[in-house]
């Protein structure tokens, strides 16, 4: 995995991380009663959003793909969920909609980020997700 | 809120796209990276503004929701030092880290992270600007 790829993809799940840790907090703290599932969702996958961007600075290969495939998964099943029984979401997670409230990029990114560590663990077999460079 | 709603957070704006723009040209031409250290002044700038402005609309009797707009204000000001993120891969940066998957850019690479990264923050600037206008009721 070239290191630009990687700091790129740290800097975009940090971004990813915030909002939806911002969203989430809000949401949990003042109206939990509310929409538990949806809520609870959206901080579930704020922690996932931040737990693969340390995963990910910090060389946890195993991590960050495991991370983002369950990332992946979320969106696809939650996004697929609110269409099929939209009486589960009284309101709308970071996922609804497979993420259309922030552009689709949480269904966009773990597909590249996903494509980008497995074609770098393709090129160096190690556990590590970039070697230094210099 | 006239001066927020027709100067600032237009400002704010056109900034934002600058730095998305000047950081996809960086990524392919390195050469611009001068200009996007430039234009991410501006957003800093404008960032601060901004913020200033929103505070003064708050503390006027703006009816927003506070919580939102500090939150979404904060979020605006945590993002901005994404931008130089690539700085972290500098030799020196990296030395002082004992952590030996840390990743080591040359000066181009460099470059090339701080023009993907403005693209990102850019984007992310300005949808925070606009969520907070539209909290505001400026929008």
Known sequence: MNAIGRILLIAAYAVLGLAATGRSVVQITTKLADAPLPYLVSGASALLYVLIAVALWRGWRRVAIVGTAVELVGVLVVGTLGYAAPELWPDETVWTGYGSAYGWVPLALPVIALVVLLRGGRRAPDDAVSAPTA | ?139
């Open chain 2, 1 to 139: 809120m006239g001066i927020y709603s027709a100067g600032i957070y237009p400002a704010v704006l056109v900034v934002s796209a600058l730095v998305v723009v000047l950081g996809g040209v960086t990524m392919a031409w390195i050469r611009a990276h001068r200009v996007l250290e430039w234009a991410v002044t501006a957003l800093w700038s404008a960032t601060g503004v901004q913020a200033i402005a929103v505070v003064v609309l708050l503390l006027s009797g703006n009816d927003a929701g506070l919580v939102l707009t500090i939150g979404y204000l904060l979020a605006t000001i945590v993002i901005l030092p994404l931008m130089g993120i690539g700085r972290l891969g500098a030799p020196d940066a990296a030395a002082a880290d004992p952590d030996p998957n840390r990743p080591v850019l040359q000066p181009d690479q460099i470059a090339r992270v701080d023009g993907g990264a403005a693209v990102i923050v850019g984007i992310a600037a300005a949808v925070l600007a606009w969520r907070i206008a539209v909290i505001l009721g400026a929008a």
